[in-house]
């Protein structure tokens, strides 16, 4: 595969602040962007955000004073007797100077991003691309940078620049534990779809192509008359020739599959399809129910795939549902030990001994190192979020999340075919909550997955042993997949409670290992 490459325009001016208005083929480079303007931008953008409902924007507001609290604080420091190297430096080329983005302003601003992003709205968006160009304009190499910019790309519609980010961040990572390889090639699927669609409609009605250079919102309109006085074969050629017209024109993906909807709704109702709620009258393509057929079908594989990606097995490869009852009886009578993401482990040796159990149990984004870790991984316990090693081939999978709809979304997108023999289904969603019935009033911390998979454990109180091996709360830090040792450890607070939880049942605690059973 061929690197896509980004070129590198003439200097953003500064009152330039945001990617200016209509298409967005424009986006599929970076903009060079200061750092000074980006705050100001972020700054601005803070001063419109006001008390409401809307619990995203609150989100966005409180990262956006995070960020300019952190730039002002720094901008103290370097005004004093010891300022921070490199807070500024010489611009090339000119005598003024530029901010530089260090470290510590750099997983603010990143943070003000997925908070814009998460937003969604067209302002949010925009943000969230300005503070890529900054970010990508000193750092060309940051991973977080491009995959946000490719998932802000994504969510207006600029699918070919998306695909061009998401390539580059592939191109600097050896993990793909955020399943991006699968998300670039849904869609690209999903383009090549959509594109074969409208080459049928091109095909079926050549008399579209005397409306296809023509204003879009005109030819709509007139489509809509003439369908509601009944003259579909004259709306047709109009509504199709709207439609090339947004695909030459480079429209986001949400306009041209809105408008695929409704014409595709449109035909339906002509043609008299069973729930269409209409009648017979006119043609709807070559007269043809079958091709209609065929056109719903490419739409919804296209939609289908861009969601979450292609998958070679519907099936997962064989994989079966297991529920709770099913799983109590698998693990009965059996020794288990849980392997924490720890430094404690990691520099250990207790490999030889962990594989001694009957059933090891790993979380998230568990590293392997024989001698430290052992090799084996019977059950894979992990957060619906993200897909470190879920293409390692395991005994039984069980993956949690607190939202149904968006626990079945990431199964959909992630599961590996073939690499779990049984997954958990429903009932082992969200044990503490669901079967526990702990509910926030009780236990206000979100568990981590160590903490559900180890309450279900002893919920079900059918091992002989169930022995926790380094679990030290991170106090010793993490040991990880290399590209999951950014992520952030979960806060103290929640630690604390799960571990005053642990030392509430054991009954012996040495460096290493915490016994239950």
Not at 263 to 292: C, I, K, M, Q
Not at 412 to 422: D, I, T
Not at 505 to 517: E, K, Y
């Amino acid at each position: 595969m061929t690197k896509a490459r980004t070129r590198w325009p003439r200097q953003r001016d500064a009152e330039d602040l945001l990617p200016p208005e209509g298409g967005t083929s424009h986006l599929a480079t970076v903009q060079p962007t200061e750092l000074e303007t980006c705050l100001r931008a972020c700054a601005a953008h803070s001063g419109k955000l006001v008390a409401g409902l809307d619990r995203r924007r609150t989100a966005l507001a409180e990262a956006l004073r995070n960020l300019l609290a952190t730039h002002a604080g720094m901008e103290q420091t370097s005004s004093g007797a010891s300022p921070i190297p490199l807070l500024r430096r010489t611009a090339k080329g000119g005598s003024g100077s530029a901010l530089v983005l260090g470290d510590k302003l750099l997983d603010p601003l990143l943070a003000v991003g997925n908070k814009a992003l998460d937003c969604g709205y067209e302002d949010e968006l925009k943000l969230a691309i300005l503070i890529t160009d900054t970010v990508l304009t000193q750092r060309k190499r940051s991973r977080a940078g491009w995959r946000l910019r490719a998932r802000t790309l994504e969510a207006m519609g600029a699918e070919t620049a998306a695909v061009e980010a998401y390539e580059h961040y592939l191109d600097l990572t050896d993990e793909d534990g955020f399943g991006v390889a699968a998300k670039t090639a849904g869609l690209r699927v999903g383009a090549e779809r959509q594109s074969e669609l409208l080459r049928k409609l091109e095909r079926d009605c050549p008399e579209a192509a005397a409306f296809a250079g023509r204003s879009v919102t005109d030819s709509w309109a007139e489509g809509l008359e003439l369908h509601g006085r009944g003259a579909w074969n004259e709306a047709r050629p109009r509504l199709i020739g709207a439609l090339l017209t947004q695909e030459r024109a480079g429209a986001p993906v949400p306009e041209i599959q809105e408008a695929l909807a409704q014409y595709l709704g449109l035909a339906l109702e002509v043609s008299g399809a069973a729930g269409s709620g209409g009648s017979p009258r006119g043609n709807t393509g070559t007269g043809d129910l079958a091709l209609l057929t065929d056109l719903i079908a490419l739409y919804a594989e296209q939609r289908r795939t861009r969601m979450r990606g292609p998958i070679a097995d519907p099936t997962f490869g064989g994989v079966e549902w297991t529920t709770l009852g099913e799983f109590r009886n698998r693990i009965a009578g059996k020794s288990i030990c849980l392997i924490a993401n720890s430094q404690r482990v990691g520099t250990g040796s207790m490999g030889a001994e962990i594989d001694a159990y009957d059933l090891v149990v790993r979380f998230n984004s568990y590293k392997i190192d024989p001698s430290a870790t052992g090799k084996r991984t019977d059950i894979h316990a992990t957060i619906h979020k993200h897909g470190f090693n879920w293409d390692q081939k395991v005994h039984t999978r069980l993956v949690f999340g607190g939202t149904s709809g968006d626990w079945k979304y990431s199964l959909r997108n992630r599961l590996v075919p073939g690499a779990q023999r049984y997954l958990g289904d429903e009932s082992l969603r969200w044990p503490l909550r669901d079967i526990g019935k702990v509910g926030a009033n009780v236990w206000p911390a979100i568990p981590t997955s160590g903490f559900n998979m180890l309450w279900l454990l002893d919920y079900l109180d059918v091992s002989t042993q169930l022995d926790l091996i380094g679990f030290d709360f991170y106090e010793s830090g993490a040991y990880r997949l290399p590209a999951a040792m950014k992520m952030p450890i979960t806060s103290v607070h929640e630690y604390t409670s799960e571990k005053a939880w642990v030392m509430e049942r054991a009954q012996s605690v040495t460096d290493m290992r915490i016994r239950l059973r």
